[in-house]
């Protein structure tokens, strides 16, 4: 009889056998992360917070370019936002900086949307839904009382070849989140992005495939609305 337990990023897989227990503690695996190349992005973000401070109970989104793009006052001009997306960056790399673009803000809520580079990139879902719990470890040790809610990775026209892999990343974090606390909340905007063919909605695109336009945005924004309710 096997029985695993997950104890923060590791696993903890215990056999037992004849009457005999015998426990092994497995490292999840680690994924590739080269956060450095970041520094001079993150170093304007710092200077940018020391002119302008931080609102009350913001609600801080953090990603790669689909965040990054978004235009936060012009979709939600009623609320608190925050705009620390970086373009080409990884779940990893929002890590690593984490008290820098995430912790020193004390949002109330946060919106991650990252793991499309990260896949673009080679990494497996598996990989991905590793990098997932160490942002979400950081979020439960340094932001207890905040919510966490992530933007499944989406459909797109430029990376279609790796929709199975990113559908199968989707899957994970989702069952991470449906398993954890009331902290965690899932956003898929995957399958509202999928046209009668079963392919991405051309009409929510750039020219380029892959970011969004208006159209897009206007989705994405009517999709991850109803989960910046701040707690009572």
Same mark, same amino acid.
């Given at each position: 009889m096997i029985r695993c337990f997950r104890i923060s990023?590791?696993?903890? !897989?215990? !056999?037992? !056998?004849?009457?005999? &227990?015998?426990?092994q503690v497995v490292e999840a695996p680690k994924s590739p992360c080269n956060a450095e190349r970041w520094a001079e992005t993150i170093a304007k973000f710092a200077a940018a917070d020391k002119t302008k401070p931080s609102?009350?109970?913001?609600?801080?989104?953090?990603?790669?370019?689909?965040?990054?793009?978004?235009?936060l006052p012009k979709y939600f001009p009623d609320l608190p936002v925050i705009n620390r997306g970086f373009g080409g960056s990884e779940i990893c790399?929002?890590?690593?900086?984490?008290?820098?673009?995430?912790?020193?803000?004390?949002?109330?809520?946060?919106?991650?949307?990252?793991?499309?580079?990260?896949?673009?990139?080679g990494k497996s879902a598996e990989l991905v839904l590793s990098d997932f719990?160490?942002?979400?470890?950081?979020?439960k040790e340094e932001l207890p009382r905040a919510k966490l809610v992530y933007?499944?990775?989406?459909?797109?026209? &430029?990376?279609?070849?790796?929709?199975?892999?990113?559908?199968?990343?989707n899957r994970k974090i989702a069952a991470d989140c449906e398993a954890g606390?009331?902290?965690?909340?899932?956003?898929?905007?995957?399958?509202?992005?999928?046209?009668?063919d079963g392919k991405p909605r051309k009409e929510l695109f750039l020219k380029d495939g892959l970011h969004l336009n208006?159209?897009?945005y206007q989705l994405w924004t009517g999709l991850v609305s109803k989960h910046l309710q701040t707690r009572d």
């Open positions: 990023s590791f696993l903890l !897989t215990l !056999t037992l !056998t004849s009457g005999a &227990a015998c426990a609102p009350q109970e913001g609600i801080l989104f953090v990603g790669s370019s689909s965040i990054r793009m978004w235009n790399d929002s890590t690593h900086y984490f008290d820098t673009l995430v912790a020193k803000h004390d949002p109330s809520i946060v919106v991650l949307y990252a793991g499309d580079n990260d896949i673009a990139g719990r160490m942002f979400e470890k950081l979020m933007i499944s990775i989406k459909p797109s026209i &430029a990376r279609w070849k790796l929709a199975e892999e990113m559908e199968d990343a606390d009331e902290q965690l909340e899932f956003v898929d905007v995957w399958q509202p992005m999928l046209g009668e208006h159209e897009g």
